[in-house]
């Protein structure tokens, strides 16, 4: 999102006439030695958005739920183990009735000047990997 920034403010500098720094605006009164090293990283989530709010367990979601009883239906189904199917029958039916007890969030894509201020789409995969970390 720096990025972001960094190309407005280059646009409105040009707009207005101005040369735009080649270097971030306060590390060109100190020498090369004493400037901090800015270490680029992709987008990852900040711990907070990782973390749980109770203590170290992941948060229980609907789906999480489904693909628990779906996987130990179909493990235990293989098997014929026929008391380990009906748990995951229930599982299933509690993560299917979760979906509508559990309250949705909406979200709202932010915009300035018509640039969206979030990040890009994630691929399935990345997504499918983000949700199965939360």
Same mark, same amino acid.
Request: proline share 7%; no cysteine; net charge neutral.
């Given at each position: ?8 403010? $280059?646009?409105?500098? !040009? ?7 080649? $270097?971030?605006?306060? *590390?060109? *009164?100190?020498?090369? $030695? !004493?400037?901090? %090293?800015? =270490? ?7 711990? @907070?958005? =990782? ?14 739920? #489904?693909?628990?009883? #779906? ?6 189904? #293989?098997?014929?183990?026929? =008391? #380990?199917?009906?748990?995951?029958? @229930?599982? +299933?039916?509690?993560?299917? +009735? ?10 709202? $894509?932010? %915009?300035?000047?018509? *640039?969206?201020?979030? !990040?890009? @789409? !994630? ?12």
């Amino acid at each position: 999102m720096a990025d972001k920034y960094q190309k407005e403010i $280059e646009e409105i500098l !040009e707009r207005a006439g101005e040369v735009a720094p080649d $270097e971030a605006v306060g *590390e060109m *009164e100190r020498p090369a $030695e !004493e400037r901090p %090293r800015s =270490v680029s990283r992709s987008f990852t989530p900040s711990k @907070a958005s =990782v973390s749980t709010s109770r203590g170290g367990f992941p948060t229980i979601t609907p789906g999480k739920v #489904l693909m628990t009883g #779906l996987v130990v239906f179909i493990i235990t189904a #293989l098997l014929q183990i026929w =008391v #380990l199917i009906w748990v995951g029958l @229930a599982l +299933l039916v509690v993560g299917y +009735l979760l979906f509508f007890i559990t309250p949705r969030n909406i979200t709202v $894509e932010k %915009r300035w000047r018509g *640039e969206s201020l979030e !990040e890009p @789409a !994630e691929s399935p995969w990345e997504k499918f990997k983000r949700w199965m970390k939360s």
